[in-house]
């Protein structure tokens, strides 16, 4: 049971918009930034947007971020078959002292 | 460019222990922290714990608390993961990553992954 809560899975059709919801608490998303997390089958994660909706270099701008309370959400635009991997949000929690994610969204491009 | 390579897989009795190590390059190692996270086969990912390559202040998972140590060795910019007491729910790929701050759940550059397998 992830201490943030994301849908196992997410499917979209290439050029189309899907989004991906995380929803947290006070004590995480609703007090401390939001970071999103790319990872390719048998490949390490990927930084993808950190501090709610900041992109790190490199990466493409079809790649948006966003939060609101205590939930946040990742949204790919224009989707292309080299997105289809899995999402995973995280955030600091300040009731635990330390890092939690969600268990992942598995994103499929039909 | 900045890299972190981690060391090779391993295979583990139940009981023993493990450390995995995590070479840094390509920026200042005392910058910045180290984060670990683990992930179990088939699973999502789970944060192990930081510690700063600074000042090797450190921060665990509550539920590693006892089992776990987190060091550096700023001289060869390599970060330690010591896992002792080992059990098969501790079969996982181990990753570190550059931390950007002491409250970074991940970090911005992974290195390549660590299995280790618990087995009797």
């Known amino acids: 049971q992830s201490v943030l809560t994301q849908p196992p899975s997410a499917s979209g059709t290439p050029g189309q918009r899907v989004t991906i919801s995380c929803s947290g608490s006070?004590?995480?998303?609703?007090?401390?930034?939001v970071n999103w997390y790319q990872q390719l089958p048998g490949t390490a994660p990927k930084l993808l947007i950190y501090?709610?909706?900041q992109r790190p270099s490199g990466v493409p701008d079809r790649f948006s971020g966003s939060k609101s309370g205590t939930s946040a959400s990742l949204a790919i635009s224009g989707l292309q078959s080299e997105d289809e991997a899995d999402y995973y949000c995280a955030a600091w929690d300040d009731s635990l002292n330390g890092g939690v994610f969600g268990g992942g969204t598995k994103l499929t491009v039909l | 460019q900045v890299q972190l390579v981690q060391s090779g897989a391993e295979v583990k009795k139940p009981g023993a222990s493990v450390k995995v190590s995590c070479k840094a390059s390509g920026y200042t190692f005392t910058s910045y922290g180290i984060s670990w996270v683990r992930q179990a086969p088939g699973q999502g990912l789970e944060w192990m714990g930081w510690?700063?390559?600074?000042?090797?202040?450190?921060n665990y998972a509550q539920k590693l608390q006892g089992r776990v140590t987190m060091t550096t060795d700023t001289s060869t910019s390599t970060a330690y993961m010591e896992l002792r007491s080992l059990r098969s729910d501790d079969t996982a790929v181990y990753y570190c990553?550059?931390?950007?701050?002491?409250?970074?759940?991940?970090?911005?550059?992974w290195g390549q992954g660590t299995l280790v397998t618990v087995s009797s």
């Open positions: 990553a550059r931390a950007i701050a002491a409250a970074d759940p991940g970090g911005d550059y």
């Open positions: 006070s004590s995480n998303i609703g007090s401390n930034t």
């Open positions: 501090s709610n909706n």
């Open positions: 510690i700063s390559a600074y000042n090797g202040n450190t």
